[in-house]
């Protein structure tokens, strides 16, 4: 019987997410990582892509979490119940250890352990984000936890367990845990100092917390780092969600937040009533403390939102390979190619650069350069990826039509899921005035950064690292300029990464039209002598 359904797309699955990201191949063989065909890197990419897990991702968003405030006798009982797909996901990414990179990179045979993450971290973006919330705050939590010689050894060797273990159940009974963070009030906002939830102490290191949380992130987290004040200021706690004795803390969680996206992450509001909490590094020390998680998170802003605008026009170039418009397949359209083209320039450098971040943080101990452009580029990068992914994500909507705007299919999902990270862990303005900050501190790092950026651009770049000297030069001198100087850092950046990872007709292509060209605010104006098929096709191969 002849199909009455013509002229659509096949279902998009079966793409191996590893082996069918030539830049990922490429970027991998850069830093020395193994990209063998039957290797665990090309069998997880294959998983990602499998219909089979990105029907988990679809099914974890339609199924949102739901909060049980009481037990049916009237008990607190403050548990959010999740749908099984979540949890399968969930296991997915403790099996490779997304979750506890920075515990096991403290082994010094551990091997380029953040970069290797970051390639695994970016596939499963792909396949479904808001689980990777709690992953992402137990691995930001490791550096948080590091040097702290009781809680660091109670607590390090669990979050290094790759077993996901879903029970609520003290610590002490489970074979793996996840740790989330309590920092943002109603009245505080991005300024944790404002903080006003208040900590008392009872014995050595133990407190009871009192006050709330106005966004509580993954609320069934087995332990959170909280901000409270003590008479030195904002101090820093872990605080465990449920005692060793079994019962519940005293985390009463007020309401789910009702989100834009990011459906399958719980996050909450929540009210400490003596809540028990263990006291992490020095009173009035707390926003140092947190500061330790920063950068991490931040780095998986960048590489989520990366991922996001991958599997966007992945699904925007599989629907044009396939639909037929006026006699010809969308994406032998020459206006279609260019716009297709053109949002790929964007999508590999902010993956090029999103990497590039992760391998600075593999080095940034031992190595001066790359901690300088770890502390410049960390807020540069999320500044711009961020926000260019809503961009990206629309466009590639537009792409699939009408497709694209219905629940039926991942990328309404994806457009919704996009703005969050710009969000997350500082918001533009607040990534801006960190770029300006650290230059207003450290004149020699900006020089040392400007050095390492020459050096990867090469002599085509002298004219790119002059602009940027300038742009610095006036937001020193204007701070209502540190737009514009954080965004030329960070294509700036991007082309140096990408420089290394792709073709030279695609970085030639992002770099003469993003750092030599003209403004514009809409994707599709690529010249004619960019060959817009060439780059389409090599970024993303048919299946």
Not at 139 to 167: C, H, M, V
Not at 361 to 377: G, H, K, P, T, V
Not at 407 to 420: K, L, T
Not at 496 to 506: C, D, R, T, Y
């Amino acid at each position: 019987m002849t199909d009455p359904v013509q002229n659509q797309s096949p279902p998009f699955a079966g793409y191996n997410l590893a082996s069918h990201d030539r830049q990922l191949c490429s970027i991998r063989a850069l830093y020395g990582l193994e990209n063998t065909p039957d290797g665990s890197f090309f069998q997880y990419g294959k998983r990602c892509g499998a219909a089979e897990s990105l029907a988990l991702g679809r099914l974890a968003n339609e199924n949102k979490p739901q909060l049980k405030t009481h037990d049916p006798y009237g008990r607190r009982l403050d548990q959010v119940e999740f749908h099984p797909s979540y949890h399968a996901l969930m296991r997915r990414s403790f099996d490779v250890g997304l979750h506890c990179a920075s515990v096991e990179a403290m082994d010094p045979a551990a091997g380029h352990v953040h970069l290797e993450r970051a390639c695994l971290f970016y596939m499963m973006t792909q396949v479904e984000a808001g689980h990777l919330c709690p992953i992402t705050m137990t691995n930001a939590a490791g550096f948080s936890l590091a040097d702290s010689e009781t809680l660091g050894a109670e607590w390090l060797p669990r979050i290094k367990s790759r077993k996901y273990d879903q029970r609520f159940l003290p610590v002490n009974a489970k074979q793996g845990v996840t740790i989330g963070m309590g920092m943002t009030e109603k009245q505080g906002g991005t300024d944790l100092r404002r903080v006003i939830t208040t900590a008392e102490i009872t014995s050595e290191d133990y407190y009871l917390l009192n006050g709330h949380k106005w966004f509580f992130s993954a609320p069934m987290c087995d332990a959170f780092l909280v901000l409270a004040r003590r008479p030195a200021g904002p101090t820093c706690f872990l605080v465990p969600r449920l005692l060793e004795t079994g019962e519940v803390n005293n985390l009463n969680l007020m309401r789910l937040k009702n989100k834009l996206g990011n459906h399958s992450n719980a996050s909450s509001e929540v009210e400490f009533v003596d809540a028990a909490g263990w006291l992490l590094g020095e009173e009035g020390k707390g926003i140092q403390r947190i500061l330790k998680m920063v950068t991490p998170t931040r780095i998986d802003c960048a590489l989520a939102s990366a991922a996001l605008m991958r599997a966007s026009l992945m699904r925007a170039v599989h629907h044009t390979r396939y639909r037929s418009v006026f006699g010809q397949h969308l994406i032998e359209q020459p206006l279609m190619q260019r716009v297709l083209a053109d949002m790929a320039l964007d999508v590999a450098a902010a993956t090029a650069l999103a990497m590039r971040l992760a391998y600075a943080l593999q080095l940034c101990n031992e190595d001066e350069s790359e901690a300088a452009f770890l502390r410049i580029m960390t807020p540069a990068a999320k500044y711009w990826i961020c926000k260019v992914a809503g961009a990206v994500t629309g466009e590639a909507m537009e792409c699939l039509g009408g497709n694209g705007y219905v629940e039926d299919f991942d990328q309404a999902r994806i457009y919704r899921e996009s703005p969050v990270n710009a969000i997350w862990e500082g918001s533009g303005n607040v990534m801006a005035l960190d770029v300006l900050r650290v230059l207003n501190k450290n004149p020699d790092v900006f020089e040392s950064f400007c050095n390492l950026l020459k050096a990867a651009l090469g002599p085509s770049g002298e004219v790119s690292i002059d602009v940027l000297k300038s742009a610095a030069e006036s937001a020193q001198q204007d701070p209502g300029n540190a737009r514009i100087l954080t965004e030329q850092l960070a294509i700036t950046g991007a082309a140096a990464a990408l420089k290394q990872s792709v073709p030279a007709e695609i970085s030639d292509a992002f770099m003469e039209t993003r750092l030599a060209g003209q403004w514009r605010s809409t994707y599709g104006m690529l010249e004619q002598r960019y060959n817009a098929k060439d780059i389409i096709d090599w970024l993303y191969p048919p299946l």
